[in-house]
């Protein structure tokens, strides 16, 4: 059974900084590329970033500079990132993995199989 378990959300000032997590069972993460995306309440999902091992990392442009995808082959587990928090970063997070090798069109999660939890961020003083 394939699964994504997510952790590290919460609570954060704005300027802050979090870190996400996604680990992966019964796969194995490294030839999957993998996104995260968000939801904030009214809104369409969005997403966030994506790595793969073919084609590097993309980013949303609201989130460039201050957001970063990472990998730990050894622990099977993607991270994100995230510092210089806004309250407009405020969502639901999800993970995501596909089973191919570029992240050509991942901004809008078509395609992606498996999901994570997802995972409340919420910045706000």
């Known amino acids: 059974q394939l699964e994504l378990v997510e952790s590290g959300g919460g609570l954060v000032q704005p300027g802050g900084s979090l870190t996400l997590s996604c680990q992966a069972s019964g796969f194995t993460l490294d030839s999957y590329v993998v996104g995260w995306f968000r939801q904030a309440p009214g809104k369409e999902r969005e997403g966030v970033s994506c790595?793969?091992?073919?084609?590097?990392?993309y980013y949303t442009t609201s989130v460039k500079g201050r957001f970063t995808i990472s990998r730990d082959n050894a622990k099977n587990t993607v991270y994100l990132q995230m510092n210089s928090l806004k309250p407009e970063d405020t969502a639901v997070y999800y993970c995501a993995a596909v089973g191919r090798s570029y992240c050509s069109r991942w901004t809008s999660g078509a395609g992606f199989g498996s999901w994570g939890q997802g995972n409340q961020v919420t910045v706000s003083s």
């Open positions: 790595i793969s091992s073919s084609d590097g990392t």
